[in-house]
């Protein structure tokens, strides 16, 4: 009843990790069926840097994992009004996103910003778990896919340009929140005035199949919360709802 006809977006676009496939099919089908909800979703123009691909490369090529992404989401999302990215980018926004990328380098990136978002370290995220990297220091390769990761989200900008004047949610639903596009989407959306959670499954591996866990902009910061406050909940105490 909270979430009564209000209008929720998802983005959720990896449907090959079907633990978050599942869990954003239960969360709108269930916990926000009396809400309007919307998903965005990629027909593979994301594949460049795909957290999904990242996932089940080392079993399958890229063309597999993006056919099955696609079939899943096409069984996942069919109840719900979906907004594609590529339907919302055009000739003239992809010559624009070439001209931006090509004033980033090796040593600039970490600064990058793009309509006031931190764009370059927002790409970070698991572009450096994968490299395993403790300094900014990046070879070509690793810069060459932190550019991909950073394409990505200059063509996420630029398809929510369009797709928020359709659409404004109230609230913002993403997995994960730290991701970088889970994490571009909370920065974005929050600049709207708008709520923005994040879900994952149980960080407990023996409940992990069992609990949907939703957080405030990111788990991480979720987690956080519940660190600081945790004394409070052995205590049995109320928590101030921040997290």
Known sequence: ??????????????????????????????????????????????????????????????????????????????????FTIEDYLNLKDKEKIKIILKKISKKNFINFKYQGLEIGKISAHENFIKFKKENFKLNSSEFHQLLNSIEN???????LNKITKKFKPDILVTDNGHYSLSRLY???????????????????????????HIYKNSTFEGQQYIKKNYNKILLNQKIFNKG
């Open 153 to 159: 989200i200059l063509i996420n900008i630029f398809a």
């Open 186 to 212: 909370v920065e974005y959306f929050k600049k709207l005035n708008c709520k923005t959670y994040a879900f994952d499954n149980s960080p407990n591996n023996s409940n992990r199949n069992n609990d949907i």
């Open 1 to 82: 009843k909270i979430f009564f006809m209000k209008k929720i977006l998802f983005f959720s676009p990896y449907y090959t990790i079907i633990d978050w496939a599942k869990n954003s099919f239960f969360l709108r089908n269930k916990i926000f069926n009396n809400s309007d909800v919307r998903t965005i979703n990629c027909n593979s123009i994301l594949s460049k840097n795909c957290v999904a691909i990242m996932a089940h490369s080392n079993k399958f090529s890229k063309d597999k994992i993006c056919k099955r992404c696609i079939s899943n989401k096409n069984y996942f999302s069919s109840n719900n009004k979906s």
